[in-house]
């Protein structure tokens, strides 16, 4: 089925460890994002990359870096895990032609850091 | 900076009465508006926008919203509440900058529909 696919979809990390997180849409969208989802927080945008080549950061980016390696691939990487970057994780994409675009989700990456 | 704000952390409902869930918004410029809900352990799933035209805007599985611009409101309705319409209710605005967009999103809003 056509949408955006995460994975892994549950992980554990120790303090301190390095894990990517990868998402792929098929889809053929311009724009793809990290979101990551805390209870009470809502979804906050870690990094959003408009297009290929090209990211930006969003607004809590701090302990993140990201890649948009090719238009239908675009990873999250953590790089030393702390405790506070356990949370759910939604990758997400769009098209940017045209007005009023919504988003298409992944199903999500659920990660402990402990 | 554009802004949405969810007042309520819960809403509940019998099944079969009317339900909305509220949403306001802060924008500069005109409004991009959004709700998506999200099923357990799901990704967020699109339910319905506001570009322009009609205040009142149908969407997906009998949603509606109504966009109230002097009070700066888009509150999601439904005329009759099923109970598998229990999940969480995220209002979300259109932020653009040079080359696209983003998405800021409210914190959410859960919704439980007893039968």
């Known amino acids: 089925n056509a949408g955006v696919t995460q994975t892994p979809k549950f992980q554990v990390l120790k303090t301190g460890q390095s894990m990517t997180l990868q998402c792929a849409q098929d889809?053929?969208?311009?724009?793809m994002y990290w979101y990551r989802q805390d209870p009470g927080m809502g979804l906050r945008l870690i990094y959003y990359?408009?297009?290929?080549?090209?990211?930006d950061k969003g607004e809590v980016p701090n302990g993140y870096n990201v890649s948009r390696l090719n238009k239908r691939e675009f990873s999250l990487r953590l790089e030393s895990a702390a405790p506070s970057q356990t949370s759910v994780y939604f990758c997400?994409?769009?098209?940017?032609?045209?007005?009023?675009?919504?988003?298409?989700f992944g199903s999500g990456t659920r990660l402990t850091v402990v | 900076a554009q802004s949405v704000a969810q007042p309520e952390d819960q809403v509940n409902v019998a099944e079969g009465n009317p339900l909305t869930v509220k949403c306001t918004y802060s924008?500069?410029?005109?409004?991009?508006l959004f709700w998506y809900v999200q099923y357990p352990n799901r990704g967020l799933q699109f339910l319905l926008k506001?570009?322009?035209?009609?205040?009142l805007v149908k969407g997906s599985y009998g949603f509606e919203a109504e966009f109230n611009k002097s009070q700066t409101s888009f509150h999601l309705k439904k005329p009759s509440a099923l109970v598998s319409d229990s999940a969480l209710y995220f209002c979300?605005?259109?932020?653009?900058?040079?080359?696209?967009?983003?998405?800021?999103f409210g914190a959410g809003t859960r919704l439980f529909v007893k039968a």
């Open positions: 997400a994409s769009s098209e940017v032609k045209g007005a009023g675009h919504g988003y298409t």
């Open positions: 889809m053929n969208h311009n724009s």
């Open positions: 990359s408009a297009s290929e080549g090209t990211t």
């Open positions: 924008v500069s410029g005109n409004p991009y």
């Open positions: 506001y570009i322009t035209g009609d205040n």
């Open positions: 979300a605005v259109r932020d653009d900058y040079t080359g696209g967009f983003k998405t800021i």
